[in-house]
Each structure stands twice: as structure tokens, then as C-alpha cells.
């Protein structure tokens, strides 16, 4: 959104997976191009199995342009979120507008899509999270197999954003692994991760 000029990359045709290829290309952008700081070839923990280790072009754009793992999936549908709520509210999360029978300090705010929706007890958290997951996976109580559900526990230092994040919207990277408990296949995203 800041830059000012653009950055023109020509999809050519050397065969048909090279021509494929550059629909799954991720850019930074070209302000980056211009940036000393930018680490070259380094892959984050978050991108492992979103972005391809190898798959980064030489010279220039090296570490600015990367692709998308053969696994990765987009998540382009919109999903209606208004019958989540009152599941979880069944599963022990205090809506937003109720008191929770814990102080605040002992509770995880639940956000959904960004939206603080309750609170949850920390001792009640871990369980509601593998329901959750195990509802997902198996494709239980309508919710979408897209469904990303992330819980950041509280540690004894200060924790960054401790809470219960859960997101349905489209735009997000997620990518299939094997749920060893449930013998089923779950997409997971790159918070989750």
C-alpha cells in the first residue's frame, strides 16, 4: 500500500509447470527490493509447508519472492459465523456481555474473526480447543474444514496476546496434515502452526 512504484514479473511460458508456477508466487513487494535489512533465503518458522524452501528465484528478487508449497491452499470461501457462537457458549465460553465465574486474569478472551465474542477459563481452554479441532476434522456441527482455532496460553513470563483465536475468513494460508489421534486429514494455518 505505501509503495510507490510497481513490480512487473513476466509469466513466461517455458513449460507448463513454470507457466503454473507464477500464479503461486508470493511477492513482499518492490519497496523491499531497495531494503538492506531484508534477510535473504531465510524461511520463517510460520511459512514451513506454506512456502516452498527452494522455489526463490537468484539474483534481485532472492528472499523477496518465494511460492507457495504444492500442498497450500488458499482460503477463498466466506462461511456465515452466526451459529458458532452459541456452540461455543455451549462448550464453556462466557459471551461477551456475561461476567465468567473467574476473575478476568484467569480467563482467555475469545475472539472470533478479530471479534472479542467472550471468555473462556484457562483450565476449560485446552479442552474446548481439541472439541473444536476434533469438530473440524471430522466435519461435525457445520464447521468448515478451514476453520484455523489457536489457542496462546498464558506462560509464567509475559506472554504476548494470550487468548482463543478463531478465524473463518477467506485470504488465509492453510495447508493439510494428518490428525494422528482422529486418523483424519486437517488443514491447518500458519497461527495454528
Known sequence: MLQASGLCVIADK????????HFRCVHRGAAFLKMRTTTVRKLLPESWGFLCPVHTPDGEPCGLMNHMTAACEIVTQTFNTVSLLPLLCSL???????????????????????????????????????TFRRFKAMQEKKIPGWTEVVLIPMTGKPSLYPGLFIFTTPCRMMRPV????????????????
Not at 517455458?14 to 508456477?21: A, G, K, V
Not at 489421534?181 to 497461527?191: C, P, R
Open 92 to 130: 464453556g465460553v462466557t459471551p461477551v456481555d456475561g461476567v465468567p465465574s473467574q476473575p478476568y486474569a484467569e480467563c482467555y478472551p475469545v475472539t472470533l474473526d478479530g471479534a472479542l465474542v467472550g471468555w473462556i477459563e484457562k483450565d476449560q481452554a485446552p479442552d474446548l480447543v481439541e
Open 14 to 21: 517455458l513449460n507448463f509447470f513454470r507457466y503454473l508456477s
Open 178 to 193: 494428518q490428525n494422528l489421534a482422529l486418523g483424519k486429514e486437517e488443514w491447518i494455518g500458519t497461527m495454528e502452526q
